[in-house]
C-alpha cells in the first residue's frame, strides 16, 4: 500500500509540474509607442531678436538671432559672440540648454545687450507664436524675447550669368 501512495504521490508530482511548465498563449513582448515628431512652426527658420524684457534693441546694437534646426540643435548670435546648444519643445513648452558661446569683447550697447540676451534664454519655458513673430517666456508666463523673422541663412546664389 505505501508503494501504490508513493506511486501515486509520484504521479501527482507530475501532473501539478507539467501544468506549471505547460505553455501558455504566445506572447510577443510590446514595445512602448515612438512619440510622435510634432512640426513646429519655428523650426528651420532664422530669427532675429527685436524685443527683450519689453524692450526694443536700440539702434546701434547688433541685434541677437537664433536658429532652431530640426535635429533639437540650436545656433545664433548673442549680437557680438556665436553659440550653440540644444533644445527639446513639445506644443507649448521649451528648454533650451547652451553647448558654448565665444567670451569676445563687444563694443557699446551690444555687450550689455548679449548679457542680458543670454541670461533670458537660459531661463525660458515656453513659446508662442503670431504672424512672423516668436515670443519665448519663462515660466512664471513672461514675455522675455520676441523675435521677428530674419534674413535667410544661405540666400540662394544668384542665377544671373557670368559676365563674359
Do not use: K
Not at 510590446?30 to 536700440?58: C, H, K, M, S, Y
Not at 545656433?75 to 506644443?91: E, F, I, R
Amino acid at each position: 500500500m505505501t508503494r501504490s501512495m508513493t506511486a501515486q504521490g509520484l504521479g501527482l508530482l507530475l501532473v501539478v509540474s507539467a501544468a506549471c511548465a505547460a505553455p501558455g498563449p504566445a506572447s510577443t513582448p510590446t514595445r512602448p509607442p515612438t512619440p510622435t515628431p510634432i512640426a513646429l512652426p519655428f523650426i528651420g527658420q532664422d530669427w532675429v531678436l527685436e524685443l527683450i524684457d519689453g524692450n526694443p534693441i536700440t539702434d546701434g546694437a547688433i541685434p541677437a538671432t537664433i536658429h532652431f534646426g530640426d535635429n533639437q540643435q540650436l545656433t545664433g548670435s548673442g549680437g557680438c559672440n556665436p553659440y550653440a546648444g540644444s533644445y527639446a519643445a513639445d506644443a507649448t513648452t521649451i528648454n533650451v540648454s547652451f553647448s558654448y558661446s565665444t567670451e569676445l569683447a563687444c563694443h557699446g550697447l551690444t555687450m550689455f545687450i548679449e548679457q542680458d540676451y543670454f541670461q533670458a534664454l537660459s531661463n525660458i519655458a515656453a513659446w508662442s507664436m503670431s504672424t512672423n513673430a516668436l515670443t519665448l517666456s519663462d515660466d512664471n508666463g513672461l514675455a522675455r524675447l520676441v523675435f521677428g523673422v530674419g534674413p535667410a541663412a544661405n540666400p540662394a546664389p544668384s542665377s544671373s550669368p557670368a559676365p563674359s
